[in-house]
């Protein structure tokens, strides 16, 4: 037995021994940061502890007997691209827009969904199946401990057993694109254990053959077929989607190695090495010597050295900010016991850092360059039929899965999700033209899948009917480059993206002789609906606030993209008049609350989880505090809303935080922050919506960062929302729109010190309290500023 594995599961049982030996509510300094522990293993999925890097992901049960890896893969998807491009026709949006301008809300209701919605294709991203590796004739196991570091993404499980220690360290690495296993023992006899690959069979059609390659490898290959769906209303190929291989390689000190019947049966080891590789069809067709070559690279390649690479990789992100809250530490108590205290009313700072710092985690883990985008739970899925299929939802999901990302320094992590609205503005611009009849540009729908087909699939038009998912994926690409200054970014992505949403619009508006404003419609409000004129529910309607903001929104971006590039065209021009007349998208009514509609409807569900029409407020920005009325009736909307129930759990939860930093309101938004942790949050801290959905996570990170630094005015604004009780706390390295790294102290709820590294030389306003200043920023010097906002020499 080497020296360095002694000292692997010494220090692994050092850490465990310091937790149970310390008193539970006192705090040393020896305590690692941003870390998730639990006493027992994972009972269920929403125990068990996620890692991926990007494309690959696993969530670790840590059983140490039985235990199981349940993988995942970002491309598992049924289906092809063929699937359809658009349903209906030119002649039925005349038709539908006829029964609207006649009253006929009910009809077009029926009609919107029955001419152009596909409404019986459904498919869902699936698992990637399981590695199980059960352990032979294993005693009793004491001083269990299962851990998820933050900052070095690794699940490590230790114990003892018999006298004998034991571990096991898992990580996916995206530098050598694989999932790594380690475990060992100091016991004189070694472990023994079978490991066995498997996946859950597609309605009784297998979908997998495994086999034993190599004498220490175990190979699953299949397709990911269509679980219970149906296209165009016939039954979907059951062979047809992507193609997969997963291929699992062990390396072994002592012992034996034994391949049957597509297992590994391992006797004897004192430590075992599993690397394992999946690819699919999506990425290359040449998928299976993907695999073999990263194992051949990889060959004689220990863990210390994957290991290593992976924990440079991973930190040179995830270090980028650092955020402490208070003194008020309790992490010597296992995270689900801290949920529990929360859920009792009980303050825990830590755990707000932590959480904070998970969302980051979770991106970095779900969205890397080259990969797909975080679908609705990420990357990690056990279904064949996942809840709401685990696809993009265009309503808000798939956006706020994305809203930490500039914010909290991962601006490279946004990159997944331009490759992918590139691929939907494809599909788009093919819908816009034979659904609609638009020949520019492009539109997309409320949901779509892995193929980025921008169709509708609706059963019912209030959540399905909607068409701007486009133009809200819009706002990233333009966020993008205000965060990076990126101007090449600019020029070749995010302007022609912009563009192809606005050339749709401007062919989409009708002009309405009465209000003398460009109008759209048919239009609908996610996933909300109305009581119409004869009292009945209605969900079409002629406008509504979140199209106008959108499409307003869209055409701002497009034209303060042009003047940077210095572009002035036809195009442009007629994107400036049709703005200037564009029915506007923010109205306060009769009861100064802003309309969800273009009249004052009365709502159907009063407490509605969705709260569309504060799309200006967040994450839009023609709302602020110098739009007074506009900012007070949003404040009185979300009264309104919560009044009746509203917010609830989950991603609207997590909304509403971002809601109440852009209010300037703490208080409010600690008691959000609070009852999103009381009741949105499974034991492993995925958000629950429920189900599970990341969204909430990204949604609950970018919210914080709102509290404390805000820069959509055109300002820095400082600690604009901090609550009382976070009376002294740090967080640096954010991100502020200018391309503008910040770092802020507090102490006694009061700003301390303040430092800025601009990118490039920029005269920048500061708003802080009551004070306001401007300060020359040089290029890539940090500047310092004490409480009264002056620079400190």
Do not use: C
Not at 405 to 423: G, I
Not at 731 to 755: C, M, Q, T, Y
């Amino acid at each position: 037995m080497t020296k360095k594995f002694i000292f692997s599961v010494l220090a692994i049982l050092s850490f465990w021994l310091s937790i149970k030996e310390a008193n539970a509510q006192n705090v040393t300094d020896s305590i690692p940061e941003h870390i998730l522990w639990y006493d027992a293993p994972a009972s269920e999925w929403l125990e068990a502890l996620p890692v991926g890097n990007g494309r690959i992901g696993a969530m670790v049960f840590g059983d140490p007997k039985n235990e199981r890896i349940q993988l995942n893969e970002d491309s598992m998807w049924p289906g092809g691209p063929d699937w359809g491009n658009a349903k209906g026709n030119p002649e039925d949006l005349k038709y539908i827009r006829e029964l609207i301008e006649e009253g006929q809300i009910e009809k077009a209701d029926k009609e919107i969904v029955e001419r152009f919605s596909y409404k019986g294709i459904v498919r869902s991203h699936q698992t990637l199946g399981d590695l199980y590796i059960n352990f032979h004739e294993r005693g009793s196991v004491e001083n269990y401990k299962r851990l998820l570091n933050l900052n070095t993404a690794e699940v490590v499980i230790s114990y003892t057993s018999e006298g004998s220690a034991y571990y096991q360290k898992v990580f996916t690495s995206a530098p050598d694109d694989l999932l790594v296993i380690e475990l060992g023992t100091n016991s004189e006899k070694g472990m023994n254990l079978t490991l066995r690959l498997d996946r859950p069979e597609d309605e009784g059609h297998s979908t997998v053959q495994i086999s034993n390659p190599h004498s220490s490898e175990i190979a699953m290959n299949g397709v990911v077929t269509q679980y219970g769906g149906r296209v165009h209303s016939q039954p979907a190929p059951l062979d047809y989607g992507v193609q997969f291989e997963t291929v699992l390689k062990t390396d072994h000190e002592g012992g034996t190695v034994i391949p049957k019947d597509g297992t590994l049966i391992l006797q004897g080891v004192k430590k075992a090495t599993i690397k394992l590789v999946a690819n699919t069809s999506f990425y290359t067709k040449d998928f299976q010597n993907r695999n073999r070559e990263v194992l051949d690279r990889l060959s004689g390649v220990g863990y210390e050295k994957l290991y290593e690479r992976h924990v440079q990789d991973h930190q040179k992100y995830f270090n980028r900010v650092q955020f402490q809250l208070g003194k008020n530490k309790s992490s010597k108590l296992p995270t689900d016991r801290r949920l529990q205290n929360l859920a009792k009313g009980e303050e825990d700072l830590d755990l707000v850092s932590d959480l904070f710092q998970f969302g980051r985690y979770l991106l970095i883990s779900s969205s890397r360059p080259g990969t797909n985008p975080a679908n609705l739970q990420g990357l990690w899925n056990d279904h064949l039929a996942a809840p709401w299929n685990a696809d993009y939802h265009l309503n808000v999901n798939l956006q706020m899965n994305y809203w930490p990302a500039e914010v909290t320094n991962l601006s490279e992590f946004h990159q997944p999700l331009f490759d992918f609205t590139d691929r939907l503005i494809e599909r788009g611009r093919i819908t816009a033209r034979e659904q609609y009849g638009i020949e520019r540009g492009a539109v997309a729908h409320q949901a779509t899948d892995l193929w980025a087909s921008a169709y509708m699939r609706a059963e019912q038009p209030y959540w399905g009917s909607w068409i701007h998912g486009g133009g809200w994926l819009a706002q990233h690409y333009w966020e993008h480059y205000n965060f990076t200054h990126d101007r090449e970014f600019l020029e070749e992505r995010a302007y022609p993206a912009i563009k192809s949403f606005a050339e749709f619009y401007l062919d989409w508006l009708v002009w309405d002789k009465k209000s003398k404003k460009w109008v759209s419609f048919p239009e609908t409000s996610p996933e909300n609906s109305y009581i119409n004129e004869e009292g009945k529910r209605a969900a079409v309607s002629f406008g509504s606030a979140m199209g106008h903001q959108i499409i307003g929104e869209v055409f701002d971006n497009v034209l303060a993209a042009a003047e940077i590039l210095n572009i002035e065209d036809d195009f442009i021009a007629e994107v400036r008049e049709k703005n200037k007349s564009l029915f506007p998208g923010i109205v306060v009514g009769p009861d100064n609350r802003l309309l969800e509609w273009n009249e004052a409807y009365e709502e159907t569900e009063k407490g509605h989880r969705h709260l569309s029409h504060l799309y200006a407020l967040h994450p839009g920005d023609d709302i602020t505090p110098a739009t007074r009325k506009a900012f007070a009736a949003a404040r009185n909307s979300i009264d309104f809303r919560l009044k009746h129930g509203g917010a609830g759990t989950g991603w609207s939860r997590a909304w509403m935080i971002n809601f109440d930093a852009r209010l300037l309101d703490g208080e409010s938004a600690k008691s959000n922050v609070n009852k999103f942790m009381q009741i949105s949050l499974a034991k492993n801290l995925f958000d629950l919506h429920p189900p599970f959905q990341i969204d909430g996570n990204f949604g609950f990170t970018a919210g914080i960062a709102e509290m404390l630094l805000q820069s959509h005015e055109g300002f820095l604004r400082i600690l604009p929302a901090l609550p009382e009780a976070w009376k002294e706390g740090s967080i640096s390295g954010l991100k502020a729109r200018g391309n503008i790294e910040v770092d802020i102290i507090w102490e006694n709820g009061k700003l301390k010190e303040l430092i800025l590294k601009a990118n490039k030389n920029s005269l920048q306003k500061i708003v802080y309290a009551e004070r306001e200043v401007e300060v020359d920023l040089p290029a890539g010097k940090k500047v310092r500023l004490n409480a009264k906002l002056q620079i400190k020499k």
